[in-house]
């Protein structure tokens, strides 16, 4: 099959490689990256070794963070020329806490026809391994440096469960910043080394989280998820969230709105449990 049967339509290729095993990507990525005329790839020592265990001996050049923009136009002259180009970052998919968004907001507003080839994703696959009791999460991508700044963020997130992207040299300093605002109990889980030979997945309260990593090896690569806090627990400020969720209800009710959807919408808003603002609802009178 000719390059141009392969690859019929798109012009950028959006690529997910593999996040630890090298058996994690797909043969249609395989071909893709065999098949194009160039690809952009943040670090080019990091991706021939995918590469060149693939056999893959397509141009490669080099687009990161520090040269994104440019490269944007680069890559745009080359489309223009007819040139087909996949966009594969470190590891996982690109655009994800990775380079790429820049190029992709370009290639929309140029019309270039783009598409992207699932597959790996630390954040998918972390979440796969774990308990949840709700489809609904927030990705924070890399947790911020400044206390004041992931304090911020548990309050944005408060109710919804919240996956973070996390170095092991922080880890510990950041679990003790969310054991101090949300306490002991609060429940976390960490995903450490995914895919790879020292895979671990840990979930508990984040007393004992940090108390397992101060005892055990920390290194490699972390991901992370701080669990949403539950309506019925004891915090402080619980009785200011029923009086708001009360207030929100009575005001949806005076819309016409049917217990049942108040349930659904207000469920799906704050990731809380159907049945328990079906019953809030009932028990509210306007
Ligand atoms: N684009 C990537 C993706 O799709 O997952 C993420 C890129 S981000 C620059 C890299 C961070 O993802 C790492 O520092 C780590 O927090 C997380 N990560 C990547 N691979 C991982 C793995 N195998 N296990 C756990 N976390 C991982």
Avoid at 140 to 145: E, K
């Amino acid at each position: 099959m000719s390059k141009n049967e392969q690859i019929a339509e798109p012009r950028v290729y959006i690529v997910a490689t593999p996040i630890g095993n090298k058996s994690d990507i797909s043969q249609r990525a395989l071909d893709v990256l065999k098949n194009v005329d160039v690809i952009a790839c943040e670090d080019s020592r990091t991706s021939a070794k995918l590469l060149d265990f693939y056999g893959i001996s397509t141009k490669v050049i080099s687009y990161h963070k520090f040269n994104e923009r440019q490269r944007t136009q680069e890559l745009l002259d080359m489309i223009e020329q007819g040139l087909k180009i996949a966009l594969i970052s470190d590891a996982g998919t690109p655009c994800i806490s990775d380079p790429g968004r820049i190029l992709v907001d370009e290639l929309i507003k140029n019309d270039v026809k783009i598409t992207s080839i699932p597959g790996a994703c630390a954040i998918i696959t972390f979440l796969s391994l774990i308990p949840r009791s709700t489809e609904e999460f927030a990705f924070c991508g890399f947790l911020p440096r400044v206390k004041t700044q992931i304090l911020q963020l548990l309050d944005k997130y408060k109710y919804i469960d919240t996956v973070f992207y996390e170095s092991p040299n922080r880890l510990l300093d950041s679990l003790k910043i969310i054991k101090e605002k949300r306490g002991d109990n609060a429940k976390v889980a960490i995903g450490r080394e995914l895919t790879k030979m020292f895979e671990e997945v840990k979930t508990g309260t984040v007393s004992e989280i940090i108390e397992y990593f101060e005892n055990n090896t920390l290194k490699g690569e972390i991901v992370g998820l701080v669990y949403a806090c539950e309506l019925d627990s004891s915090s402080a400020d619980k009785s200011e969230f029923d009086a708001e969720l009360k207030e929100k209800i009575n005001k949806l009710k005076s819309l016409n709105f049917s217990d049942k959807d108040i349930s659904q919408i207000l469920s799906s808003l704050y990731g809380l449990n159907k049945n328990k603002i079906y019953k809030l609802a009932l028990s509210q009178k306007i």
